[in-house]
């Protein structure tokens, strides 16, 4: 098999379409990806003109984004998969949904590429799943298709490979992993997908959501057959995330908020025993409930490894307006590592430092029940990091997207041992200590990370497109802001 192919730009986005085959005849799947390539190209314009819509946080082009199905480093490129929608920025997004990809020299930089999946005839979408470096250092991606009528069809997990060397087309194939097949039991919840690949030991194994904790393991090196080997306690909600970390096994699920436990799985007895009650990955995606699509954060996480040794977890996050072009985007990397007290600590990768431009410092601040703009420092693209020593104070914190009269923004208020973000709050065990928070807005995504990476929220806000302002306060009584540092950010595009 050969390829040739054509370069088509859209604005400042590069798309690569390639034929394949004998005649330059396109084989079905790069017809129905040359359809999706159509309807993004055609939406492009209007979703162009949002300004609303971030510059430094990956995203399609436009229309609709979901799961980040997968991740890994690959022949000095990392790449990202991830649920596309050709169809929609917002309304019926359930059908038509294939995987998007995208690659990065830097983690920072992403270059948007061709789609590799799209559903065939007879297929509602193509669901989420996992990407794995198999033992020959060759890539394999695992996905759930998903016929069009559930109440009669069970999802499959399938895999697919990639044909060329630059992973730009990739060929589908069965697994073997469906009701009553491979030891799946024949009662499976229809809606099982989101097949997790992970390794312990010279073992590889697999999991899923809607399945009770189900357990499956490869049969070769090839990951092409699989078992079904038992079942472990704790796997639920979706995206169920179990890979390995500083000798333990980290398991991240999708619940409403994120989610993780830390544990020791047994690759010979099939048991997962988990040692923490479940703790809050992120704070933004709601209560115990699914919240409104406006209320979202982050959710659909991947996890894997860099050449270096790091585990960096990548996330989608949701709640943005549809009608829009566009909807969603992914969260910026961030770097795993467990504490002393097997807390999962996330930091922001290094790398996005290449993007800070104009730097503006303050340092020993004095507040005393007031509150007070940050002369020469705004904007609606930035990095802030902030750190503030409590004093007799109420309450203190920072605004960001701010009037100039400093009224209206969005707040991040410490007070009571809750620090309330946008109105999401976040329990925090700090005491007298000083309060550090490491912030990065884009348009209407804002990532906070506080007291060095133990607690992390992720929030869609809209403000007023004049609210361009940095404001610190304190609330009955006084605090000190030790320091301050805020950098414009520029477009990755």
């Known amino acids: 098999m050969f390829q040739n192919g054509i370069r088509a730009t859209l604005g ?25 390539v159509a309807a993004i190209e055609a939406a492009v314009p209007k979703a162009a003109k949002d300004p609303t819509r971030p510059v430094y946080h990956f995203r399609p082009p436009a229309l609709w984004m979901n799961d980040v199905c997968g991740g890994f480093h690959y022949r000095d490129y990392y790449h990202v998969f991830y649920q596309q929608g050709p169809l929609s920025d917002g309304h019926n997004r359930g059908r038509g949904i294939g995987w998007g990809h995208a690659r990065s020299r830097d983690l920072v930089h992403w270059e948007y590429l061709r789609p590799i999946l799209m559903p065939p005839e007879g297929a509602r979408l193509e669901a989420s799943g996992s990407a794995f470096i198999r033992k020959d250092g060759s890539p394999i991606l695992f996905f759930a298709h998903t016929p069009m009528d559930l109440s009669k069809n069970k999802r499959e997990q399938w895999a697919a490979e990639p044909v060329d060397e630059d992973l730009m087309v990739w060929r589908r194939f069965d697994i073997g992993l469906a009701a009553g097949k491979s030891g799946i039991p024949e009662d499976v919840r229809a809606n099982w997908a989101d097949m997790f690949v992970f390794q312990v030991g010279d073992g590889v194994f697999a999991t899923f959501k809607e399945t009770d904790g189900l357990i499956c393991q490869a049969q070769n090196d090839r990951l092409t057959t699989w078992q079904a080997v038992g079942k472990v306690e704790g796997v639920d909600g979706e995206c169920p995330n179990l890979f390995s970390l500083d000798g333990r096994q980290v398991l991240i699920r999708s619940t409403y908020p994120i989610s993780y436990l830390i544990g020791e799985f047994d690759p010979e007895a099939i048991t997962l025993d988990l040692k923490t009650e479940p703790r809050v990955l992120d704070y933004g995606y709601g209560g115990e409930e699914m919240p409104s699509p406006l209320q979202r954060g982050i959710y659909g996480t991947t996890v894997f490894t860099d050449p270096t040794g790091r585990t960096i977890l990548l996330g989608w996050v949701s709640g943005f307006k549809p009608d829009r072009g566009w909807n969603g985007c992914m969260s910026l990397p961030r770097l795993l590592s467990l504490d002393q007290e097997d807390r999962l600590i996330q930091t922001p990768a290094p790398e996005l430092a290449q993007l800070r431009g104009q730097h503006l410092k303050v340092e020993n601040l004095s507040l005393a029940d007031e509150l007070k703009l940050v002369e020469g420092a705004g ?89 361009l302002g940095i404001a610190v306060f304190a609330e009955n009584g006084g605090a000190e802001l030790k320091s301050l540092d805020v950098w414009t950010m520029n477009s990755i595009w």
Do not use: M, W
Request: charged share 30%; hydrophobic share 40%.
């Open 379 to 467: 904007g609606d693209a930035l990095e802030i990091k902030a750190e503030f020593v409590p004093g007799d104070a109420a309450a203190f914190g920072l605004k960001v997207r701010c009037s100039r009269d400093g009224r209206n923004g969005i707040s991040l208020r410490y007070g009571d041992g809750t620090l309330n973000v946008a109105g999401t709050e976040v329990p925090l065990e700090n005491g007298s200590r000083t309060l550090k928070v490491h912030l990065f807005l884009d348009k209407s995504v804002l990532e906070v990370f506080v007291d060095e990476g133990r607690s992390a929220v992720t929030r869609v806000n809209y403000a007023p497109a004049e609210d």
């Open 12 to 36: 400042l986005l590069t798309i690569s379409i390639t034929f394949l085959g004998c005649g330059h005849v396109k084989d079905p799947e790069q017809e129905r990806i040359d359809r999706a």
